[in-house]
């Protein structure tokens, strides 16, 4: 039996040039590619591609919370629903919520229910429902920041938008945003949100093995990887409502 | 958790933390006592009761034969759950296991589970077919704030005085559970800007944010996790990582009863 969280660390993930199976350095993201707005029936959407991860959020809300017993008369309730497609992994995930996705659910909403302004909505409930639709380690990271951009795309008043990323151990090395083979033979996974303007954070969750030390240094590796993750969320807000922007300038146009 | 807590009661833990103070009178820094006893329940493979000031969980461990995960054919099987009874507190309420409840036996599992605690392939009959699936099951009965650290604290404890009855399963004499690590978990509420350790029930209802961290005997992190809708700054997740480790040292030596 070996040291490690993981498993087996008879793989070699790792070369010695520090580049990984994937072609990637040790402190280098997978590619991601963030979409807004991407479903009409939702109050807000956003599609995120981050590597071999696919992932939809959708935001629901601010709307009337009922049955009305569980409203809270001082701000609006946030829900947040992840759930693993049966067909998203390798071997065929059991539909409804096992203990995982309802942890996973709960940790995200806790990241965000204080960087909503909630107190706006009194009675009101803010649902947000992220569906994995292709899992490779870090879905909870790539769904933290497609609901995110969801949100902003409902016009849902946040203190900031939330970028969330994950480093960790693996071969003996500290990596960042740990794919699959890496997780699976990983030491440790640190998945890590952030709020970038005051730089709280609201999501950490860990396991594996790491010294006080490494500890540190995949902190500091996942909150610098937050703040580029940041930046692509702008980007694709940007995006999305500068086509809108142009639409409305061009129906200008087409008016004279 | 009921979320209603008197104001006069929020505002006297809040001004009490403003001065340094808890209501019971501990420094931030200091856990309530902590007690264990184990091998309390006759029929569990294992058992303790872990008493955190007036906090009082059971734990019981049972071991049984089953078949061993596809991605781990020679390794047993860690099974670790929480119930939040009504017999605890008069807001928890029957049914299911609720988000806060998965929330607790998950924590608690992570730091068994990857402090490598229990070595697993120790529990392997057959591979791929036959293997000891060992069950820890946490049972609050009375409530009084921080279960993960009181839960992990009597997991542990009934976990290292457990036995395989491989007799009754005609597999041999009876083992002792293959143990060789002593995870300790050490939970903090984070208060308006107050971090302190191991809170009350009514610290944890005021609380804004908490945050659980794992170590071991070398002082490594094996599990972390942070919980409610608060946020922690990355000197504060410092401090409280010192801290645990310090804090860890001195449960680690509790003498168990």
């Known amino acids: ?256 | 958790m009921s979320d209603v807590v008197s104001h006069i009661m929020k505002d006297q833990i809040y001004k009490l933390a403003a001065r340094g103070m808890r209501e019971d009178g501990r420094p931030f820094d200091k856990m309530r006592p902590m007690s264990i006893e184990t091998n309390i329940i006759g029929p569990a493979e294992g058992s303790a009761r872990v008493r955190l000031g007036d906090t009082d969980v059971f734990v019981g461990v049972k071991v049984e034969l089953g078949t061993p995960f596809q991605d781990r054919p020679t390794e047993g099987v860690l099974m670790t759950g929480a119930e939040l009874r009504p017999i605890a507190h008069a807001d928890f309420e029957t049914g299911p296991p609720q988000p806060p409840a998965v929330e607790i036996s998950r924590v608690i599992d992570r730091g068994i589970r990857e402090s490598q605690m229990i070595d697993l392939s120790k529990l392997c009959i057959t591979p791929k077919e036959k293997v000891y699936m060992v069950f820890v099951d946490i049972e609050p009965l009375d409530y009084f704030g921080n279960i993960f650290d009181a839960g992990s604290a009597g997991a542990v404890a009934a976990l290292k005085t457990a036995k395989v009855p491989a007799k009754r399963h005609g597999f041999g004499e009876d083992f002792p559970m293959p143990v060789r690590a002593h995870p300790v978990s050490v939970t903090f509420a984070k208060i308006g800007k107050h971090v302190m350790v191991d809170p009350t029930l009514r610290e944890e209802l005021v609380s804004d944010a908490r945050l659980t961290i794992v170590t071991d005997e070398k002082g490594d992190v094996r599990a972390m996790q942070k919980g409610l809708s608060g946020s922690f700054s990355y000197a504060e997740i410092k401090e409280c990582l010192l801290l645990a480790t310090k804090l860890g040292k001195d449960i680690r030596a509790i003498k168990i009863g």
């Open chain 1, 1 to 256: 039996m070996n040291e490690m969280g993981g498993g087996s660390t008879d793989i070699k993930l790792i070369d010695e040039k520090g580049i990984r199976l994937d072609g990637r350095r040790v402190d280098q993201l997978r590619p991601i590619k963030i979409e807004a707005g991407v479903l009409k029936n939702a109050d807000g959407s956003a599609y995120v591609e981050w590597g071999k991860n696919k992932v939809l959020a959708a935001v629901y809300g601010p709307r009337e919370d009922h049955p009305r017993h569980i409203q809270d008369p001082t701000r609006a309730v946030v829900e947040v629903i992840y759930n693993m497609c049966s067909f998203s992994v390798e071997e065929r995930v059991r539909p409804g919520p096992g203990r995982r996705s309802v942890e996973i659910s709960k940790v995200i909403a806790d990241a965000f229910r204080n960087v909503i302004f909630t107190e706006q909505f009194p009675r009101a409930k803010i649902d947000v429902y992220i569906e994995i639709l292709q899992a490779n380690a870090g879905t909870r990271c790539a769904g933290v920041v497609a609901a995110s951009v969801a949100l902003a795309d409902a016009g849902v008043p946040m203190m900031d938008l939330v970028p969330a990323c994950a480093a960790g151990k693996a071969n003996n090395q500290l990596i960042l945003d740990l794919a699959k083979e890496e997780d699976n033979v990983g030491q440790a996974d640190l998945p890590t949100a952030i709020v970038p303007k005051t730089g709280e954070i609201v999501l950490l969750q860990l396991d594996g093995h790491l010294t006080p030390d490494e500890f540190d240094r995949c902190l500091q590796m996942s909150m610098n990887a937050c703040m580029q993750i940041y930046e692509l969320q702008k980007d694709a807000l940007r995006r999305r409502y500068a086509t809108s922007a142009n639409d409305v300038v061009e129906t200008e146009e087409a008016k004279q």
